[in-house]
Structure formats: structure tokens, C-alpha cells
Nanobody, 115 residues
Framework: QVQLVESGGGLVQPGGSLRLSCAAS????????MGWYRQAPGKQRELVAW???????TYANSVKGRFTISRDNGENRVYVQMHSLKPEDTAVYYC?????????WGQGTQVTVSS
């Protein structure tokens, strides 16, 4: 059974930084793509950043220039380095991985940006 486990969330002041990590277990294959979504209270879940096996990245316009996604293909791990955090970045962040159109989700990690 494939499991994705996120870590690194927490409380940070505006302008601060956090690094989220996601590790996959139970997988005997390398995911085609991995990434991060987030969901703020009362809002729909949205894509934050996405990275394919060949390193192609996609970012939400709201995080471009502030967030950087990276992955370790061999270990099925994905990271997102978040800088210049804003209160509007407050959300539960979910790790997501895709293998031949099948999607896997983590349980989520809370990121709160507040003074």
C-alpha cells in the first residue's frame, strides 16, 4: 500500500520560510510526477507546485518566485521550499503523486502564516 507522509509544516511569521517534505512508502515504482496542493478554509484545493521525472516544473501564479519544488526520484521524495510567506499562504498542504494516471494523496500538513 502506497503512503505519502508530509512533514515540515508549522507556524511562521509573514516573510518567513518553511520547507515541506514528502516521503513515499510502500511503492515499488517511481512516480511519473509529484507535487503539492493546498486547501485553505472555505476554499477549494488548488495546485501549488508540480514536478515531473525529467524535472519539468509548474507553479501556481501566486507562488512563482517564492516557492521552489524539487524531488529525489530514486527515493520518491518531493520537497517545496517556501520563502516570503504571506498570510494568504495559510492552508493545509497536501503531497500528491501520480503513477500512470493514478493519484496518491498524503494526509496533509498545516502551514500557518501569522504574526
Amino acid at each position: 500500500q502506497v503512503q505519502l507522509v508530509e512533514s515540515g509544516g508549522g507556524l511562521v511569521q509573514p516573510g518567513g520560510s518553511l520547507r515541506l517534505s514528502c516521503a513515499a512508502s510502500g511503492s515499488l515504482f517511481s512516480f511519473n510526477a509529484m507535487g503539492w496542493y493546498r486547501q485553505a478554509p472555505g476554499k477549494q484545493r488548488e495546485l501549488v507546485a508540480w514536478i515531473t521525472t525529467d524535472g519539468t516544473t509548474t507553479y501556481a501564479n501566486s507562488v512563482k518566485g517564492r516557492f521552489t519544488i524539487s524531488r529525489d526520484n530514486g527515493e520518491n521524495r518531493v520537497y517545496v521550499q517556501m520563502h516570503s510567506l504571506k498570510p494568504e499562504d495559510t492552508a493545509v498542504y497536501y503531497c500528491n503523486a501520480e503513477y500512470h494516471s493514478v493519484r496518491f494523496w498524503g494526509q496533509g500538513t498545516q502551514v500557518t502564516v501569522s504574526s
